[in-house]
C-alpha cells in the first residue's frame, strides 16, 4: 500500500473532504479522489462516506484512520533512523502569527527551504488560534503566554512587552500611575483577555475593558496611536512608534512579565525531523537577533 495514499486518506479524514485536504496537502482535487478510490479498491471496504458537504467516516474509516495515521508516522520515522542527518523531504505545515509572523520568522522559513529544497513548506498566518489537530498542521509558532492544553511545547525565545499610549491621549485623559486607575482607563484588547503586571516580586492580575478590540497586535498599536486607548503589546510591534514618538510607554514602574515565543505541535513520543530542524532554527534566530525581541534598545 502507498504511503502517500495513506497520508491522503488521513488528511481527508481530518479535514473533512477532498477539498479541504487537498489544500492541506498542496496538490490537485483530482490526485485525492483518485488516491482515495485506490486505498479503498485495494482495502474492499469504503471508507469514507461522500456528502454535498464533505466526507464523512463510516465505521470502517474510523478504525483504518488510527492506523493509517499511526502506520505513516512510523514511516517518517523509520526514514529519519535511516537518514538523520540527510536532507529533509515531505511536506511541513506550519501555523503562525499575521501580526509578526511575516516579518519576524518569514525569513527562518524561507532559509530552510533554501537549505533543504527537497522540502515542501506551506505555512498559514493567522492571530486566530488554530487547531493543529482538527486542522492538520505539524507545528505552530506561539508567542506570549500559552494556554493550558495537551500540546508539545518548547520554547525558543523571550517576547518582551510594555503598556503604551500616545502622546495625545495622555494630554486629554492623562497618564495611570497605579494598576487601580489603570482599569479606569479604555483598553485595546483581542478579546477578553487579562493583563499581568510586576508589582515588585508579585505578579499582578488585572481586567482591562475596552470597546475597540481587534485579533491583530499591529491593529491595536495603530488605534493607541490614534488616540483610542491603553495598549499592551510587544515590544517588537511598539518599537517603530516609541522610536517616532507616536507611542510613549506608561506605568513603567509596573513592568509587564516576559513572555516568549514556543513551538508547539501535536502530543506523540518523538518530532518529526522536520520540526526539529525548525525549532533549532528559530533558537539560533533569537540568539543571533536580540535586539529585535529586547525590552533594551
Known sequence: MDIEDLQTFVAVADAGG??????????A?????????????????????????????????ATFRDHAARASAEIDTAREAIHPTGELRGRLR?????TFGPTHFAPVLAEMA??????????????????????????????????????????????????????????VHGS??????????????????????MDGDKIVTVQPQGRFKA??????AAAAAAGL?????????????????????????????????YVVRPPGQHPSRKVRVLTEMLLEYFAQNPEIWGRDR
Open 18 to 27: 477532498v477539498s479541504a485536504a487537498a489544500r492541506r496537502l498542496g496538490i
Open 29 to 61: 482535487k483530482s490526485i485525492v479522489s483518485r488516491r482515495l478510490l485506490r486505498i479503498e479498491a485495494e482495502i474492499g471496504v469504503q471508507l469514507l462516506a461522500r456528502t454535498t458537504r464533505g466526507a464523512a467516516l463510516t465505521e470502517a474509516g
Open 94 to 98: 506550519v501555523a503562525m502569527p499575521l
Open 114 to 171: 533554501r537549505q533543504h529544497p527537497q522540502l515542501h513548506l506551506h505555512t498559514s498566518y493567522s492571530d486566530r488560534f488554530v487547531d493543529l489537530i482538527a486542522e492538520g498542521f505539524d507545528c505552530a509558532i506561539r508567542g506570549g503566554y500559552l494556554q493550558d492544553s495537551n500540546l508539545i511545547a518548547k520554547r525558543v525565545g523571550p517576547i518582551h512587552g510594555k503598556l503604551v499610549a500616545s502622546p495625545n491621549y495622555i494630554a
Open 176 to 197: 495611570p500611575e497605579s494598576l487601580d486607575e489603570l482599569v479606569t482607563h479604555p483598553a485595546l484588547m483581542q478579546g477578553t483577555e487579562t493583563w499581568q503586571f
Open 215 to 220: 485579533d491583530s497586535a499591529t491593529a491595536l
Open 229 to 261: 486607548g491603553i495598549a499592551w503589546l510587544p515590544d517588537c510591534i511598539t518599537y517603530g512608534h516609541v522610536a517616532s514618538g507616536a507611542l510613549v510607554p506608561i506605568m513603567t514602574r509596573y513592568p509587564v512579565p516576559p513572555g516568549a515565543a
